[in-house]
């Protein structure tokens, strides 16, 4: 059973526009919360995270935020760039400590169009 | 360049062999992780060291073994390949409780 589920494999998006990418979770447990982003032929490299204590988080472009009671997590991107276009992992974790409790989502594949 | 290096990048080999996947992790980085990536899937956490010693496993095989060695470098050892382990492979490395940093990943066929 996946205990992080990215329902959208893929989304297309203008560039300029806004691009929202979901997750949902299913572990009440789950505290600490993680964006990657994944270009080909390169490893995810970590976006962004966000700790259940809050429900928002910022960093330029990207924000994440949580809804803890619907289990519920999106990251948006604004405006949206072409090199914007990659895989994005949700991920969630009981314990921030160590990546051995990370559990990753099967990704939604963003293509930003000029 | 995460400073995670992966060797090789790519692997095909046939049924029932045995490969040997690399990992130097960053600089001062003690806890190696490997995880799988099968097609559509997310990452699976495989197994885990921390300076020198198993610290966690996951869904791994008991066909799959790891180890880290004195320069912290690790291996991942997957034996008796089947189809169905064709896979990307990806090695990540951390400071305590620090975000990880992910290698390229080795892509590996089994034909």
């Known amino acids: 059973d996946q205990q992080v589920k990215q329902n959208s494999p893929s989304l297309s998006v203008q560039e300029g526009r806004i691009s929202i990418l979901n997750c949902d979770y299913t572990?009440?447990?789950?505290?600490?919360f993680l964006w990657y982003k994944k270009y080909p032929a390169e490893g995810p490299t970590f976006l962004i995270s966000?700790?259940?204590?809050?429900d928002k988080n910022e960093d330029g472009r990207f924000t994440v935020f949580l809804n803890k009671s619907a289990k519920h997590l999106s990251l948006h991107i604004v405006p949206s760039q072409p090199g914007d276009s990659a895989v994005y992992f949700c991920?969630?974790?009981?314990?921030?400590?160590?990546?051995?409790?990370?559990?990753f989502g099967p990704g939604t594949s963003l293509s930003v169009i000029p | 360049d995460s400073g995670v290096t992966q060797t090789p990048k790519h692997l095909i080999t046939a049924t029932g062999q045995r490969v040997t996947l690399r990992c130097s992790p960053r600089s001062g980085d003690l806890s190696v992780y490997w995880y799988q990536q099968s097609l559509d899937q997310g990452l699976q956490f495989l197994i885990q060291y921390y300076n020198g010693e198993e610290r966690a496993k996951g869904n791994i095989l008991e066909r799959f073994s790891a180890q880290q060695f004195p320069d912290l470098h690790s291996e991942l050892n997957l034996s008796s390949l089947e189809l169905g382990d064709s896979a990307l492979y990806f090695c990540?490395?951390?400071?305590?409780?620090?975000?990880?940093?992910f290698g390229q990943g080795t892509r590996l066929t089994v034909v």
């Open positions: 991920a969630a974790s009981a314990q921030k400590t160590s990546y051995d409790k990370v559990i």
């Open positions: 966000i700790s259940s204590i809050k």
């Open positions: 990540a490395s951390s400071a305590w409780g620090d975000e990880a940093f």
């Open positions: 572990n009440s447990m789950f505290d600490y």
